[in-house]
């Protein structure tokens, strides 16, 4: 079956830092792959999305790319500022009904 | 952003009582689903519709229910709710296309004593 994988939190970073969020999946054909970011007591909010390889998702300084060879969409950002402080979670759909399986979820701190 | 809400927000309840979700949308979406989100494991799907009285199981449908009797509406019902089944719960829906965007409820707070 489909499984997504990323790094464990606690991260914690000082403002303006470069934030990198690992993620890997297994999937059985050609899934879109997703961010989705939780703020402290929201629902999920969708951060960027690639729909096939080599495609690079972006959004408010956040990119990832689809990268098949290696089946990962790390998520980056080059200067981090308290407002990112959340929990980001890695997501891949097949489109068969077009289900999403998640990731465990990384929770970012970013410190002033 | 879609237009979907969730209620109650908060839920306090007994062993073996049954418990009702509700989920409504205003996009006329055609994908509803239902998640549970616990530490450690992320969300995980429980039920899902692909129409008004179609839905399927998920990856953690026992114990659950869902009812889809109109499009913007999607239930959730545990018969008999179990200590296991404190979470929280998040309801999603999405448009016509298989991989349109999924938009996200604001989630159910569920305790189950």
Do not use: H, R
């Given at each position: 079956g489909n499984s997504v994988t990323q790094m464990e939190g606690p991260v914690t970073l000082s403002e303006e830092a470069f934030l990198t969020?690992?993620?890997?999946?297994?999937a059985t054909g050609?899934?879109?792959?997703?961010?989705?970011?939780?703020?402290?007591?929201?629902g999920?909010?969708?951060?960027?999305?690639?729909?096939?390889?080599?495609?690079?998702?972006?959004?408010?300084?956040?990119?990832a790319t689809y990268r098949k060879e290696t089946t990962s969409f790390h998520l980056e950002k080059g200067s981090v500022q308290v407002s990112d402080s959340a929990v980001y979670f890695c997501a891949l759909s097949e489109a068969a009904g077009n289900k999403l399986t998640f990731g465990g979820g990384t929770r970012v701190l970013v410190k002033p | 952003d879609a237009g979907i809400t969730q209620s109650p927000r908060h839920k306090v309840t007994e062993t073996g009582t049954p418990v009702t979700l509700r989920c409504h949308q205003t996009e006329n979406h055609r994908y509803m689903y239902w998640y549970r989100q616990d530490p450690g494991h992320g969300l995980r799907l429980i039920h899902y519709s692909y129409g008004v009285k179609d839905t399927d199981k998920g990856e953690v449908s026992d114990g659950y229910s869902v009812s889809r009797s109109k499009t913007e509406d999607f239930l959730l019902t545990l018969e008999s709710a179990t200590s296991s089944q404190t979470s929280v719960y998040f309801c999603a829906s999405s448009g016509r296309g298989e991989t349109d965007t999924q938009y996200f409820g604001p989630g159910t707070r569920l305790t189950v004593l």
């Open positions: 969020i690992n993620c890997t999946y297994t050609y899934p879109s792959l997703f961010w989705y970011v939780q703020y402290p007591g929201e999920l909010q969708l951060l960027l999305k690639a729909t096939k390889a080599d495609d690079k998702g972006s959004n408010k300084g956040f990119e | -």
